[in-house]
């Protein structure tokens, strides 16, 4: 990690361009606010001491989260040289990263007045006077969770938590609610060539070979439908943050080899969103096909019938 000189000129930029930028190219839209971003927001203007012992706890539970996903990938023996070689990446570019957090934890002794700013993205980062800044996160999105659960028990196993968080639970039960719930239902019908279509009750119809397995492609029908809606419902959320979808650039790419999610970008500053969507993922085409789909119910809120032909290909990619 290269080292910059952040010097009090220079840590005011900074903190301009945080506060200004919709979100740095290929940054995650972060879409709802965690425990542990609500019990920083409330320790900002605590005294040196206490945030001081804050920012320890958290840049020692990254480097135990990083350094536990690297030796988790170490052990995990790949199937192919092309994943083996990416794990051992991977892995380098972790106990390089973790070299620079236990920097920054030395370097954490050495600041006189300890600080750390909140972006509009609810990152935490924290500041140095001669150190580049650290941004809080984990190597992939169950270990950063972990590592928030952890900071924040360790805290409050030091100090008083309870003033912190009676409003947290509340705000963050109405952010969680579903914009979008959609039961999911459809039925099948046999063309003339014999041919099985599922027709969704929401316009989606898919044309399938044969009607052997209908129960399995329904579930996957199901889950597909599902995805799409986890879609609409982040993509609502990004909008209701500032953010603008460029219905053309939308794309799903992979996270860290061990994350479970992908990366949705939603436009050109390669802002993305992680979601969770593997049917969607393994079926690029499928994607595109159905962005127009995704569109019309999100701009106005009705549903575009369409129709997928040969979706065995498809469903036989989630399937093999």
Known sequence: MSQLIIRPFMRFLFLFFCLNASADPGTEINLTQSRLIHLAQQIQQANSARK????LITLQQMANAYAEEAEKVALEKQKTLKKHAKAVHWQYSSYRYLD?????????????NPDFFISKQNRLIVLFTDQAPVVVSGPNNGSHKRMETNIVKQF???????????????????????EDISEFGGTWSIQRDFKG???????????????????A???????????LILILEVLKKATNKGFAVNW??????????TDNAYKLFIDQQQSYIKVNVPVLFNNPELFRRLIPWLKQRFIKAQNLPIIVKECDRFYKNNHN
């Not at 001081?52 to 920012?55: E, G, N």
């Not at 620079?100 to 006189?112: G, K, N, R, V, Y």
């Not at 409050?156 to 579903?178: G, M, P, R, T, W």
């Open 217 to 227: 492609k329904e579930q996957w029908m199901a889950e597909l439908h599902r995805e």
């Open 52 to 55: 001081y012992d804050f920012l």
């Open 248 to 257: 053309p650039l939308l794309k799903l790419e992979t996270l860290p080899l």
């Open 156 to 178: 409050c196993a030091i100090y008083d938590c309870s003033e912190y968080f009676k409003s947290h639970s509340k705000n963050q039960n109405l952010e969680e609610k579903s």
């Open 100 to 112: 620079s957090i236990e920097s920054a934890i030395l370097q954490l002794d050495m600041e006189e």
């Open 197 to 215: 279509v599922f027709v969704t009750d929401t316009g989606l119809s898919c044309s399938f070979k044969n009607l052997k397995n209908r129960t």
